[in-house]
């Protein structure tokens, strides 16, 4: 009984260590913090006004037109998610082995199809996002000349984020276009941010990372399901694939390129680092002509060249490993978290952009009517998307 207590306790120290600062935080300092539905805790500050004030200023004609650019991808984006949310339930729904395409994304929760998110990597990723998004807000309030009141830090349940407050009443005064591009300053900053990671991790970290490793196989860390291929032949999780059918294998890439070449029902050798297995293969949950081996989390192995196994070439390597892992979450997470706060919900920028525009387009009374019923619509399928895998498995 105490092992397993022990065990979760170490594997998940710094998550619950950074929880307890929080907790004791908000003990502290919670005559100044306001509490919203029992479970969103608003911290506010003064802590970066001069510098939105200073930059829009300096920048302004340049920062209002970024704010007029993010309006049109701001519509585009909440559009995208909203459809994306809609058939990801639908497939839910008609196709049994579907798997969710949404999922919380915390440190320690195995994401699927992306593994586990390491807590310094979400860490500094949610700072550096929670930082972008917010004070692009504020830095295109004030460039239309909107007081911004506060910044601040918010918890809402287990999620960490940041925010900022302009001066709600004068921007509801505001043109539409100009409400716009502050509520879609945020999400379009995300966007940009990601694709800054993704091209810092494709053109410069992963080639120099590359450069200096030899590739040696594929590994996995968990089964499809334990009926399937590799489980029953007895193949662990972690085992180094080195091969198929006589033919070695360096990459995850070159091994599938000979599988698919294969019909379920065939035979097939597989070779690893200890001996090879006889497996026969399985149609695919999702198209059952092809073949399937039953294995997720796939991810390429490598060994350090030799001429870089010095200590100080081998501390280069795994800090451009750190950087690679670091930047693949945060482009991950930025493009998320920049999507997620288009939909059309209350408390996201998405929602406030959708109000803007019904009310433009019905009229105050009718729009707001018409936009709970939006709102109530797509956090029932948010909620489905999460949790419907899970209520299926219950009854």
């Known amino acids: 009984m105490i092992e397993p207590v022990v065990s979760f306790l170490l594997k998940y120290k710094f998550i619950l260590l950074f929880y307890l600062i ?7 300092k919670r005559k100044n913090i306001v509490v919203q539905a029992k479970i969103i805790f608003m911290y506010r500050m003064k802590w970066g006004l001069r510098w939105m004030d200073k930059y829009s200023q300096k920048f302004r004609e340049w920062v209002i037109l970024f704010g007029y650019v993010g309006v049109g991808a701001g519509f ?3 559009v995208l998610i909203s459809y994306t949310l809609i058939k990801n339930l639908y497939t839910l729904i008609t196709v ?5 395409g949404v999922s919380l994304v915390l440190p320690g929760i195995n994401v699927p199809g992306l593994g586990v998110l390491p807590f310094w990597h979400w860490l500094l990723a949610i700072f550096v996002i929670a930082i972008v998004h917010e004070f692009s807000h504020g830095i295109v309030a004030r460039a239309h000349m909107f007081p911004v009141k506060n910044t601040g830090l918010v918890l809402f349940g287990p999620i960490i984020g940041a925010f ?7 921007l509801r005064k505001g043109k539409d276009i100009t409400q716009y591009s502050v509520l879609a300053a945020g999400a379009f900053s995300n966007i940009i941010l990601a694709l800054v990671a993704v091209l810092l991790l494709n053109f410069v970290f992963m080639p120099l990372q590359q450069n200096m490793v030899e590739p040696t196989g594929f590994t996995f860390d968990q089964y499809y399901d334990e009926t399937y291929p590799f489980a029953q032949a007895g193949i662990q ?7 198929i059918d006589g033919t070695k ?5 070159q091994f599938s390129e000979k599988l698919v070449c294969t019909q379920p029902g065939e035979t097939i050798s597989v070779m690893t680092s200890e001996k090879n297995y006889e497996i026969a293969l399985t149609a695919s949950p999702d198209n059952p002509q092809k073949s399937f081996l039953g294995i997720q989390q796939i991810r390429n192995e490598f060994e350090i060249k030799e001429k870089y196994k010095s200590e100080g070439w081998t501390a280069v390597y795994y800090s451009l490993d750190w950087l690679t892992g670091f930047l693949r979450w945060l482009f991950l997470l930025s493009l998320g978290i920049g999507l997620f706060n288009l939909l059309p919900l209350p ?3 998405g929602g406030r952009m959708a109000q803007v525009f019904l009310h433009k387009l019905k009229g105050a009374e009718k729009g707001e009517k018409y936009y709970h019923k939006i709102s109530l619509f797509f956090l029932l399928v948010l909620l489905l998307n999460l949790f419907y895998p899970w209520l299926v498995k219950l009854f």
């Open 22 to 28: 929080i907790i004791i935080l908000l003990l502290v």
């Open 76 to 78: 585009v984006g909440l």
């Open 96 to 100: 049994p082995e579907a798997t969710t």
């Open 164 to 170: 900022v407050e302009p001066d709600e009443k004068r």
């Open 237 to 243: 999780p972690g085992t180094l694939i080195t091969g």
């Open 249 to 253: 294998t360096s990459q995850f890439q």
């Open 347 to 349: 408390i996201v920028d």
